[in-house]
């Protein structure tokens, strides 16, 4: 498979601070890649990079085999999508559709053509004549992609297009976009801090912390398998415990003393070899409630804080005799309707259900 994008040792720096610091990846063509990560973390300055709006301090971009160095940003195969859109609201749809082919002078039937084929994939047939306050936020959104790929670039650059968008309409854009880049086949290139919008419309991941990739992968190896405990707290939800391991056993677990006195069957990462100090992962859908004793689980009391209702997402805020907190997820296939705050009940997960990894200072 050839790749549509190559990135090889990307450094960016500002006087002395480095924004994007030795960053390495390949985007092959046709896929949908998102870079995730927080705020200041260096995700823009490198979507800005292969834009061509920044000048890269050291290292190489490559679109389908062509080094960019040099190129200005009207000359690269690539466009990009700004959160704020940036439409004409004095122009109608067709009219913003069409403004890149205007500018670089393409006839005036053949703008037609491609305007129409364009509005047809993104699923506004007929949407050419409106005015650009009478669309819908989603609409905007399509109608900011669209003027994008009637250019036909080889790269679509998203900067976090949903953040603007209400959180109804963002669920529903994210089933959109995810829907869309597979009917046109571009390759997508999308920006943003929200996991959930990269989990579920992305083929691979990047997650980056202070200007480095802290792991790339699909979005179930970074849930599943998480490589630093960067990943592990950033995407997805965890309970975290710290404490040291006392004993290696055969099977690749470890057991776990934690610092309230508890001890745990657990895995540990690589990073773990020969350290004293180790933090345990734990997811709150790992959590069993009211487990049988027969399953061979890690188990203790808590007592219920509150109940977290949230549909099919209701989750139990619980506390050890100790007063550490814990998130426990609430299942779908058994009814827990006679749990009440204030209640002990008895909790327990698996030892492959954990994952340590090597203390951070």
Request: one cysteine or more; charged letters at 25%; proline letters at 5%.
């Amino acid at each position: 498979m050839t790749n549509d994008l190559s990135v090889r040792a990307l450094v960016k720096r500002f006087g002395d601070f480095t924004a994007v610091d030795d960053v390495t990846f390949d985007v092959p063509d046709g896929s949908f890649f998102s870079i995730l990560g927080p705020s200041g973390c260096g995700k823009t300055t490198l979507l800005r990079m292969i834009a061509g709006f920044e000048t890269q301090t050291s290292g190489t971009i490559e679109i389908r085999g062509r080094d960019m160095l040099g190129v200005p940003p009207n000359q690269r195969p690539v466009n990009l999508v700004f959160q704020h859109l940036a439409l004409f609201p004095m122009m109608d749809v067709a009219e913003n559709v069409a403004f890149g082919l205007k500018r670089r002078g393409v006839a005036g039937a053949e703008i037609r053509k491609k305007t129409e084929a364009i509005l047809e994939r993104v699923g506004l047939p007929g949407f050419g004549v409106k005015r650009i306050d009478q669309l819908s936020g989603g609409q905007k959104q399509r109608v900011a992609i669209a003027r994008c790929l009637v250019l036909e670039p080889s790269v679509l650059l998203l900067d976090e297009p949903l953040g603007a968008l209400d959180l109804k309409l963002r669920e529903q854009m994210k089933v959109e976009l995810k829907k869309l880049q597979a009917k046109v086949g571009t390759t997508f290139i999308y920006i943003t801090h929200d996991q959930s919008e990269a989990l579920v419309m992305s083929d691979r991941v990047a997650v980056m912390n202070k200007g480095r990739f802290e792991q790339v992968g699909t979005p179930q190896e970074l849930y599943g398998q998480p490589e630093t405990p960067f990943v592990a707290q950033f995407v997805g939800d965890n309970n975290r415990w710290s404490g040291s391991i006392s004993k290696t056993l055969e099977n690749g677990e470890v057991v776990l003393s934690t610092d309230e006195g508890y001890s745990f069957r657990t895995l540990a990462h690589s990073s773990c070899a020969g350290c004293s100090r180790v933090d345990l992962f734990l997811r709150p859908e790992a959590m069993r409630i009211e487990p049988r004793e027969s399953e061979g689980l890690n188990t203790f009391d808590v007592t219920v804080k509150s109940i977290l209702f949230d549909g099919a997402n209701s989750r139990l805020l619980t506390v050890t005799k100790e007063e550490r907190e814990l998130i426990v997820t609430l299942p779908q296939n058994r009814k827990f309707d006679h749990i009440r705050p204030g209640d002990d009940i008895r909790v327990g997960w698996h030892p492959e259900s954990g994952i340590c990894f090597r203390a951070e200072d």
